[in-house]
């Protein structure tokens, strides 16, 4: 929950670095998933094909009713968002269950966006060591062999990582990549994996460890994103 009219700087900084910088690949893309409040407003100036829009959460009616102060899938298309994260562990926290998120992951595919569906597991999780087990739990749950797989992208975040500057063994990290990306294959029975995405406490001091993970595709950015400096960095400390 952040951000105003006036932060469109933030993209602006970001497009001139990576055009005078040349950082990122072709094959790479930046979204950036705003407040439903200014998704409208920045599309309207955004003129950069290498920067996509997205919403951090809907709604899963597909259609109008009574549901006072929500925003469905629809609506967030409408205003020209192209992605959107779901099952975050904030809203999880708020008490999302897998059930609800899978009808916001189906609403949300009909309406031709893709899905940045996150997973991870809490810090008991992680000393009992049922981390593998947590997130069989919540893909098995959420997600159907029957969905668009071109359109949605995996989020690990381990909930204990996030906001708390502490970041995963890169030898543990690049296991459980492996194991997402392996118990998807298997039990999905496709060779179509979707991409899979890293964050938690991610800043452009501890960035370049991640460069060690070949599987790891991308990155989900919290508070680094909001500071153009910070996101800059990022990048251009990960290809250096």
Same mark, same amino acid.
């Given at each position: 929950?952040?951000?105003?009219?006036?932060?469109?700087?933030?993209?602006?900084?970001?497009?001139?670095?990576? &055009?005078?910088? *040349?950082?990122?690949?072709?094959?790479?893309?930046?979204?950036?998933? !705003?407040?439903?409040?200014?998704? $409208?407003?920045?599309?309207?100036?955004? *003129?950069?094909?290498?920067?996509?829009?997205?919403?951090?959460?809907? $709604?899963?009616? =597909?259609?109008?009713?009574?549901?006072?102060?929500?925003?469905?899938?629809?609506?967030?298309?409408?205003?020209?968002?192209?992605?959107?994260?779901?099952? $975050?562990?904030?809203? /999880?926290? =708020?008490?999302?269950?897998?059930?609800?998120?899978?009808?916001?992951? &189906?609403? %949300?595919?009909?309406?031709?966006?893709?899905?940045?569906?996150?997973?991870?597991?809490?810090?008991?999780?992680?000393? /009992?060591?049922?981390?593998?087990? !947590?997130?069989?739990?919540?893909?098995?749950? %959420?997600?159907?062999?029957?969905?668009?797989?071109?359109?949605?992208?995996?989020?690990?975040?381990?909930?204990?990582?996030?906001?708390?500057?502490?970041?995963?063994?890169?030898?543990?990290?690049? /296991?459980?990549?492996?194991?997402?990306?392996?118990?998807?294959?298997?039990?999905?029975?496709?060779?179509?994996?979707? *991409?899979?995405?890293?964050?938690?406490? !991610?800043?452009?001091?501890? &960035?370049?460890?991640?460069?060690?993970?070949?599987?790891?595709?991308?990155?989900?950015?919290? /508070?680094?994103?909001? %500071?153009?400096?910070?996101?800059?960095?990022?990048?251009?400390?990960?290809?250096?």
């Amino acid at each position: 929950m952040f951000g105003d009219f006036k932060d469109f700087k933030i993209i602006n900084s970001i497009n001139q670095f990576n &055009i005078k910088s *040349k950082k990122i690949p072709i094959n790479k893309k930046i979204v950036l998933c !705003v407040p439903s409040t200014l998704i $409208h407003f920045f599309n309207n100036k955004l *003129k950069y094909k290498s920067i996509s829009l997205g919403a951090q959460n809907c $709604h899963f009616s =597909e259609g109008d009713g009574a549901f006072t102060g929500s925003i469905n899938s629809l609506m967030l298309r409408n205003a020209g968002a192209k992605y959107i994260i779901l099952g $975050h562990s904030e809203n /999880r926290d =708020e008490g999302e269950s897998d059930k609800l998120i899978k009808k916001k992951i &189906i609403s %949300s595919l009909k309406q031709k966006l893709n899905i940045i569906f996150c997973i991870g597991e809490k810090n008991l999780d992680k000393k /009992r060591n049922k981390t593998f087990n !947590v997130l069989k739990k919540q893909i098995k749950n %959420s997600l159907n062999p029957k969905f668009n797989f071109n359109n949605i992208i995996i989020a690990y975040e381990p909930i204990w990582s996030i906001g708390s500057n502490k970041i995963p063994k890169m030898s543990e990290l690049n /296991r459980t990549i492996k194991f997402i990306k392996t118990f998807f294959k298997k039990n999905f029975k496709t060779t179509n994996c979707p *991409k899979v995405l890293y964050g938690g406490s !991610v800043s452009g001091k501890n &960035i370049s460890l991640f460069s060690s993970i070949p599987e790891l595709d991308g990155f989900l950015i919290g /508070r680094a994103s909001q %500071s153009a400096k910070k996101f800059i960095d990022i990048i251009r400390n990960y290809y250096k």
